[in-house]
């Protein structure tokens, strides 16, 4: 699939963008031209050789701060989407195997976490188990969680329709062969749909909690913190909340943007792209050969 994924253009410029964005993760802390927590004497300065993207109203580097923070902003975004994946996927293709009654109780869970009015939950369980960015990721994943339930649930029954599930299902095979041999690489497709648009969703629920000084403690930076601490300022430095605005938003975009390149690459539309591509090859060129 990701060689397919990377033979389109909008494949490959959402891949690289991802990428990016996780070396910025990996070496943005150890690339930080000063400490991202010392505070100085030159509060609110502009643009300079020292400090690139000037200072705060603390006089700390803003630059050290976002190259800092772009790690917390990343990990918590990819804490959302697995822990959303394992919550809601697994339990989407078990319940069309385990009986009715396993069935019913998922579907009343997702229907109830769907239900959930979603930022007064998350900021109602973080105060019970601790303002610290783990446990605000996990209750989020959790009510993220029926997206995937969903998905996989309608991917599994179309799967499990099918003429060969039902004669493994007749020659005795278990339910955990079915999943592993037939099930799985069927939903595989739509899950990872899911899981590309829901790193993006995680960046801009990261990113609000953090914006409301949720799950973070200052003064250790997040994108969605400075944004916040910037937004506080602009008459003295209009142009501060841009860098992590379109950090943000290139990272949201490129999500979403590789989610349609594995919609496009999977299913009927995958195999017509491969079938058109093969068409191409074989036509012949003007001067009689082959492309």
Do not use: C
Not at 158 to 178: C, D, H, K, L, M
Not at 182 to 209: D, E, M, N, W, Y
């Amino acid at each position: 699939m990701l060689r397919r994924v990377l033979g389109l253009t909008s494949g490959r410029i959402a891949v690289t963008v991802l990428v990016l964005i996780a070396l910025l993760a990996v070496l943005g802390p150890l690339l930080a031209p000063q400490d991202p927590l010392a505070a100085g004497d030159n509060a609110l300065a502009g643009v300079s050789g020292a400090h690139w993207l000037g200072t705060d109203n603390l006089g700390r580097d803003e630059l050290s701060r976002l190259l800092d923070g772009s790690r917390v902003s990343v990990l918590g975004a990819l804490e959302v989407a697995v822990t959303a994946l394992v919550v809601g996927a697994v339990p989407g293709i078990l319940s069309v195997y385990l009986g009715r009654a396993f069935e019913w109780v998922t579907l009343r869970l997702a229907d109830t976490l769907v239900a959930l009015p979603f930022l007064l939950f998350a900021v109602a369980v973080i105060a019970l188990l601790g303002n610290g960015l783990t446990q605000a990721m996990l209750v989020t994943g959790v009510l993220v969680a029926p997206l995937f339930y969903r998905v996989a649930r309608a991917a599994t029954l179309s799967v499990a329709r099918s003429p060969y599930v039902e004669a493994a299902i007749i020659s005795g095979a278990s339910v955990g062969w079915i999943v592993r041999r037939h099930v799985r690489s069927k939903v595989l497709a739509p899950i990872a749909v899911a899981f590309a648009q829901t790193v993006g969703t995680g960046f801009v629920i990261v990113s609000s909690l953090t914006f409301l000084g949720i799950g973070v403690q200052p003064p250790d930076p997040t994108w969605g913190g400075l944004l916040a601490s910037d937004l506080g300022y602009l008459g003295q430095k209009p142009w501060a909340p841009v860098a992590p605005a379109l950090l943000i938003m290139a990272t949201v975009w490129a999500g979403n943007l590789l989610a349609d390149a594995i919609r496009d690459v999977s299913g009927e539309s995958g195999r017509a792209l491969l079938r058109a591509r093969q068409v191409k090859r074989t036509e012949p060129t003007p001067a009689g050969g082959t492309r």
